[in-house]
């Protein structure tokens, strides 16, 4: 049997089995984008020579007898084993994945290691990054024919195949509000009333893929000339700035594990799913992300890729995303389980934003929204 194996330089633990295991709904775990750190990213991916058993990987893509699939992923990448083995014994190759952090880090290693590529797929690029790993040349063209008709509008570009959706909403801790007598918020708006927004944590967007949605969710809703105005009250109300998801949601809310001091978190409309209603997400406030796959320039096996990314809309693995990912499956047949028909609904209306003004100003925005951080909330 192939073994599956993830090498992850992000914050993780080995399970028994060998694997990298992450609690509840790890979702995009943020790391820092310098040039030093990428550069020891791309060494972390690229020590990812062989299999868990020794044998090394050569030029032509082979590890053994077997033709190895290279595949680079977010850390919030967890297919269940038995999909990936089904995969492997019909399919004839062999799943090697490496996660080096979050969607930012991904897209960012993908640039930096993109004349000499060390894996041949990709998956996890986010739609508010697409433009910015296409302008780069990182991808070669190719959309799945398995791409479902409820899922063609997502597709941004011919060289990637959208996998996954949800809506990066803010989630409210129901009993926090209820027992200190404290109406709920609605909409952005009261957000940024000082009553609200010290209660509230978002993530660094110039670090964390939800952090970065949340910061185009308030220009789609306030504009060019009004979101900059807009964060300045949410800094100077006290809102906090969290290094990324992980330490907003699980250390910081007080719905969490962690029992923090902040009753309103930036998450996804997904979450209150695992709290079973004892969280909600405000739908004023969501925006839609979407993850793509796709097939690397320059891949040792393209054949491989192409395969792996016909396999992520193979109705198990879409079946599976939402318990092991919590995104929702761009299959719109796919049945969702229970607790997401109940407590985990998209909103209706998403705040919307034309992609290829995010395309033109996302550097830009990330840079004005970093310096008015740290000339008011620091």
């Known amino acids: 049997m192939a073994v599956h194996r993830q090498i992850s330089c992000g914050n993780a633990s080995r399970g028994a089995d060998g694997m990298f295991q992450f609690s509840g709904h790890a979702r995009r775990t943020a790391l820092a984008g310098s040039a030093a750190l990428l ?27 077997a033709t190895t699939i290279n595949v680079l992923v977010h850390d919030s990448f967890n297919i269940p084993d038995e999909l990936i083995e089904q995969f492997e014994k019909d399919s004839g190759y062999k799943v090697v994945t490496t996660s080096p ?24 690029v986010e739609n508010f990054s697409v433009a910015k790993a296409v302008d780069a040349g990182v991808f070669a063209p190719y959309t799945s024919a398995n791409l479902p008709e409820s899922a063609q509008q997502y597709v941004l570009d011919e060289a990637l195949t959208p996998i996954d959706m949800g809506d990066v909403c803010v989630n ?45 969710g308030t220009i789609g809703a306030k504009g060019e000339d009004g979101y900059e105005a807009y964060w300045k009250q949410l800094f100077e109300g006290g809102a906090k700035v969290a ?35 004892a969280t909600g997400s405000l739908d004023a406030t969501c925006t839609r992300q979407v993850e793509y796959a796709g097939v690397v ?24 995303i939402p318990a092991n990912m919590y995104m929702y499956p761009v299959n719109a047949d796919i049945a969702l389980p229970a607790e997401w028909e109940k407590y985990a609904q998209l909103t209706d209306k998403p705040i919307e934003i034309d992609e290829a003004q995010v395309a033109e100003n996302r550097d830009a925005w990330i840079k004005a929204w970093t310096t008015l951080y740290e000339e008011t909330a620091r």
């Open 172 to 216: 409210v801790d129901h009993a926090w509000f209820k027992d200190n007598g404290v109406a709920e918020p609605v909409t952005l708006d009261d957000l940024a009333k000082p009553e609200y927004a010290q209660l509230l944590v978002v993530e660094d967007a110039a670090a964390s893929s939800p952090g970065l949605a949340f910061l185009i």
């Open 297 to 320: 320039a320059g891949a040792k096996n393209p054949e491989g890729a192409q395969a792996f990314v016909d396999f992520l809309l193979s109705d198990p693995v879409q079946e599976a």
């Open 39 to 65: 550069l020891v990213l791309s060494a972390c991916s690229s020590s990812n020579d062989g299999d868990a058993s020794g044998s090394s990987t050569d030029a032509s893509g082979k590890s053994g007898d």
């Open 101 to 124: 952090g979050d969607a930012g880090v991904v897209v960012n290693q993908l640039i930096l290691s993109k004349d000499n590529p060390t894996v041949d797929a990709v998956y996890g």
């Open 243 to 277: 290094s990324g998801w992980s330490d907003a949601y699980y250390s910081d809310f007080s719905a969490s594990e962690g029992k923090g001091d902040y009753p309103l978190v930036v998450s996804y409309a997904s979450s209150p799913a695992e709290t079973e209603g």
